[in-house]
């Protein structure tokens, strides 16, 4: 069980871009106003400057006083939070708003059961990163979550140029 992945406290930049955080446990750390957390945020009075895009939090299981992100004593702390998949939505975001582009819907894994969490074809996660971010390699818009999803490995089966139809019947 975790308690805390990240703990963003005084004067720094963070950038947390394209993850995948699926399929663990938190347990609860106390109070409210110290709930568990995968992304907690502190900044003790000094100034931080975080971006959270295009990242997947999906499957984890949380008890009471536990969210995905926690900023529990709001400061003047700078915070883009958009572009993710984030189960439970803004329920599970504690003490700042979520910006832009931020869904709430299975990623629809291919295989999480079994560690393969690449996206499958008609997930709401591929192509919905954000949009200023650079392209995949195949030259579309980024997608949310570790590693992109290549519809040309798709389309790499080869389609025949030239059939034939028979009758079955005389």
Not at 1 to 14: A, E, H, Y
Request: with cysteine; hydrophobic share 35%; aromatic share 10%.
């Amino acid at each position: 069980k975790w308690g805390r992945m990240f703990w963003l406290i005084s004067d720094t930049n963070v950038t947390i871009i394209n993850n995948t955080f699926s399929d663990f446990e938190m347990s609860a750390l106390g109070s409210e106003s110290s709930p568990s957390n995968i992304i907690g945020i502190m900044d003790n009075g000094t100034s931080l400057d975080i971006d959270i895009r295009n990242n997947i939090f999906w499957n984890i299981s949380d008890t009471t006083n536990a969210y995905i992100i926690s900023y529990p004593v709001a400061g003047s702390s700078v915070l883009d939070i958009e572009y993710n998949n984030i189960q439970g939505g803004a329920d599970e975001v504690y003490g700042v708003s979520l910006g832009t582009g931020n869904i709430n819907e299975d990623p629809l894994f291919t295989d999480s059961e079994n560690g393969d969490y690449t996206l499958q074809l008609g997930s709401p996660c591929i192509d919905t990163g954000d949009p200023d971010s650079p392209l995949d390699s195949d030259g579309t818009r980024a997608d949310m979550g570790a590693g992109a999803f290549y519809l040309s490995n798709i389309l790499d089966t080869e389609i025949p140029l030239k059939f034939t139809l028979h009758h079955n019947y005389p």
